[in-house]
């Protein structure tokens, strides 16, 4: 094992570096240090070396140049059992330097709370990259420390080992390295490449697209038993998105509880007024809003398919009660998803311990993250805008002779909402904030319409007075028809299909209201 005599510590995150320095200082390691990190330690009574002092060169450019020197990097690429290296070293003055301890200027805090453009380039990390990728390059001589979270343990192996360390944990933290660099690297990459657009004048995805992610949990498995899985989370995460959720109780969470949670997530978020959302395999089973309170939100989204809610999932867009707790425990249910919990409610869902609870900060709109759609295909990924389009009464227009009323445009909006987030085709019944019938994920619109007045007479809920919203274009009249027959009243969907006309016709004669949104909701 190599014996550490000398290192180089300058961090931009000094949790806990006070204390690793001076347990390296008891250690008779000398310490070369930079900057605000080196002006901390003397403070703290630790003798370091200034980095200028050991280089013969000032630090200079606003702080751009400082450890970009030979004696610096010499010190920590030289092979220690490489004659000719140890040769040159010694004719240019140049000593080992065994442990770097460097973390990288905060570009992905920096960036994240919007900043200019010349303030994220001023903080891009030249100096630390390079010094960290030298000392993981030559892990086999030198020690490189990049997380606070590893100072405890380096320190007690360095007491046990005669100030060494193997090389299993070289290793290991060399890989930490080049994990970072990637991780930083993708950040930069992705921020600028967000500028491509705008400088180029023109709209557009950036030619090359990286990024890493951090690995949150292993999964049981993934969809199946048969497949193994993980969950990870963008290192930028937002404490409002489900990889920064709180889990106040109940199981490990499976591949399928994130997806469907996620689910409950986007679409509680789409509504101002209180909100409930029942979620069963991907696609919501019940969704109603309610100016009586989430309480009521939630009988009404139970009331549109109750026995499909059995094992399903509930979000909501509000402060969870001790109310609404107590009956979500009354029946089977996977994990419920809300801003806030209050006392009583966490008390009462201590009844059921394997109910995931799980709390997630409101984003300020109440809306979705802005961020990417990224799907896995054979070979490659697709990668889309998310689907956050809101449709506001202004944007519609009435197709047909007959204007819906102010009761039905309230509730052809609250439909076209839901019906963004269910599986094409898609088809939404609802009345008065209430999902009444939902079909979903069949090959033929007409199929789903069928489902959607199935699901709701098996709930005893009526299709007579309801509004109707469709996720894309009516291919032929035959939707509006059947919708005739059972009671719709009015129709909300994204027109565009060559049979306009025929299926305007169709309304008409029914006297049913029909508006076109002008954009459609695919959602596969």
């Known amino acids: 094992m190599k014996k550490i005599q000398r290192a180089i510590i300058s961090v931009t995150d000094k949790s806990g570096v006070v204390e690793f320095a001076r347990e390296l200082a008891a250690l008779d390691i000398e310490i070369i240090s930079t900057g605000g990190t080196g002006k901390l330690l003397q403070s703290e009574g630790i003798e370091v070396v200034p980095i200028s002092t050991y280089t ?6 606003g702080g751009r140049v400082k450890t970009l020197h030979p004696k610096i990097h010499g010190g920590i690429l030289g092979i220690r059992d490489n004659d000719e290296h140890l040769a040159q070293m010694a004719a240019n003055g140049i000593e080992p330097i ?15 709370g919007g900043c200019s453009i010349e303030d994220a380039i001023e903080n891009i990390d030249i100096g630390g990259p390079t010094m960290i990728r030298s000392a993981a390059k030559n892990y086999r001589d030198v020690t490189c420390v990049v997380d606070p979270t590893d100072y405890s343990t380096i320190i007690e192996k360095l007491k046990d080992n005669d100030s060494s360390l193997c090389m299993e944990t070289r290793f290991a933290l060399a890989r930490k390295v080049f ?32 990024r890493r992610y951090e690995k949150i949990q292993d999964l049981r ?27 106040h109780q109940g199981k490990a ?9 996620n ?23 019940g969704v109603a809003t309610s100016e009586d309170g989430l309480s009521a939100a939630y009988d009404l989204a139970l009331a549109c398919d109750s026995k499909s809610a059995f094992g399903g999932i509930v979000g909501f867009n509000g402060n969870v009660t001790g109310e609404i707790a107590e009956k979500l425990t009354e029946i089977f249910l996977e994990a419920v998803i809300a801003p806030s919990f209050d006392e009583a409610a966490l008390a009462a869902f ?35 805008d998310l689907d956050t389009h809101i449709v506001e009464a202004t944007d519609l ?40 019938g939902i079909g979903a994920g069949q090959m033929s619109r007409i199929d789903s319409t069928k489902i959607a007045t199935i699901k709701a007479e098996d709930a005893g809920l009526k299709v007579a007075g309801t509004v109707m919203a469709s996720d894309a274009f009516f291919p032929f009249s035959d939707n509006i028809e059947m919708a005739a027959e059972n009671g719709i009243t009015a129709i909300i969907q994204p027109g565009g299909s060559i049979r306009d006309e025929e299926v305007i016709k169709a309304a008409d004669d029914a006297g049913i209201a029909m508006v076109f949104t002008g954009i459609r909701h695919f959602r596969h």
């Open 56 to 61: 013969g060169f000032p630090e200079m450019l």
């Open 263 to 285: 689910a409950a997530l986007l679409i509680s978020r789409d509504f101002s007024a209180p909100a409930c959302v029942i979620i069963k395999h991907n696609n919501p089973c």
């Open 350 to 384: 201590k009844k059921k311990k394997n109910l995931r609870v799980l709390e997630v900060a409101p984003t300020e709109d109440n809306s979705p993250e802005a961020s990417f759609d990224i799907k896995k295909v054979s070979g490659g990924v697709l990668i889309q």
């Open 253 to 261: 969470l499976s591949f399928n509880n994130i997806l469907d949670i």
């Open 221 to 247: 498995y993934g969809e199946n038993p048969h497949q193994s899985a993980a969950f990870y989370k963008e290192p930028d995460a937002a404490p409002s998105t489900l990889a920064a959720a709180k889990q």
């Open 179 to 210: 994990e970072m660099t990637a991780r930083y690297d993708s950040a930069i990459s992705n921020y600028l490449g967000g500028f491509d657009a705008q400088m180029a004048e023109a709209e557009g995805f950036s030619d090359k697209y990286g």
């Open 397 to 436: 227009k009435v197709a047909t002779k007959r204007q819906p009323t102010k009761e039905e445009l309230a509730d052809l909006l609250f439909a076209w909402k839901v019906c963004k987030h269910v599986k094409s085709n898609a088809i939404i019944f609802a009345k008065n904030g209430q999902s009444i």
């Open 98 to 112: 065994d442990m770097v301890v460097v973390n990288l200027y905060a570009f992905e805090k920096t960036i994240e």
